[in-house]
């Protein structure tokens, strides 16, 4: 090829510029949604259609019923700042009551805490008394029973023996305080009735 030609083969040639134009919005085919009773729908379908779904826009607003529930439910979950401090000094009271009973049961406790001691010390010596006197009631029984010694009341004939001789005088501790109580009955009535006929011979008339 000649030099010119080889020129003109190598200029770029600018094709013209074209802007992109998208076509417009077509609305689907057929009369316009209906209002759904579904709030919920409603709004969503009012969101992505806007006045083409045919929701009246008054229907997305809740009515009486709706903004006294939903005012409840904000009340319940989202406290307002004043009654969120009203109960904190409400659980900050009880608190401090708690608190302060507990203290005094304590103070009450460490106050009765020496009495208590000293009868438990009281008991036990009880306790220790009533197992000494048993045992030398047991001792006192084997000797009547002639089975002192070492062992001597360890047999099973003298186990027997010693549990009669309980009964037995369990049964005479018995009949002797019932004896006493009768007595004690019987003197009381015949004080009673003496001091009657004393009473009624002080206050009879002198013929």
Known sequence: ????CRARSLLTIAAPVRFYRAPPLRRRPGP???DPEDPRTAARLYGRLGE????PVWHLWPNREQLRAL???EREWEPSLQDMLEALDRREREEAQRRQEREELIARSLAAMPARISAWRQQRLQAREKAR???ERRQRLLAEAGLVGSGAGTTARAQALLQ???QKQRREEKRRRRQEREEAARSAMAAAEAAAAQKAAGT???E
């Open 1 to 4: 090829w000649c030099a010119p």
């Open 204 to 206: 009879t008339p002198s």
């Open 164 to 166: 009669d001789l309980e």
């Open 32 to 34: 316009a949604p209906g």
């Open 71 to 73: 005012e409840e439910e």
């Open 52 to 55: 083409a779904s045919g929701v």
């Open 133 to 135: 006197q048993d045992a």
